[in-house]
């Protein structure tokens, strides 16, 4: 494990390789542009937090990882505060939300 990685890997382990980068990377990334261009600051930033919540499901689903009540509890505030902040600017008058800045000294 010292040195530089090896590089003399299959072909196919290359092409997983390429191919994370293009959908992890590439993809989402301009998925996450696409989004964010079309709804509020506000809707777009709420999806940050839900990363976990999915890194957490696919632990659940695909690799065994045990559903605890703590994991359950976050995964359900997530949700909520989501909810919360995507329903009240949706519901906020135009104009209503306005973001304040302190005075500096």
């Not at 994370?20 to 542009?33: E, K, N, R």
């Not at 890194?55 to 505030?77: I, R």
Request: net charge neutral; aromatic share 6%.
């Amino acid at each position: 494990m010292h040195g530089a990685p090896r590089v003399d890997l299959s072909p196919p382990v290359w092409a997983a390789v390429v191919a994370q980068g293009v959908l992890a990377t590439l993809l989402a990334t301009a998925a996450w542009q696409f989004g964010a261009a079309r709804v509020g600051a506000a809707s777009a930033g709420v999806f940050i937090n839900i990363e976990p919540l999915i890194g957490a499901g696919c632990g659940v689903l695909l690799f065994g990882d045990h559903l605890t009540l703590p994991l359950l509890a976050g995964g359900l505030m997530i949700i909520g505060g989501s909810f919360a902040v995507v329903l009240g600017e949706r519901d906020a008058a135009r104009g209503e939300l306005r973001a304040t800045v302190a005075p500096t000294p």
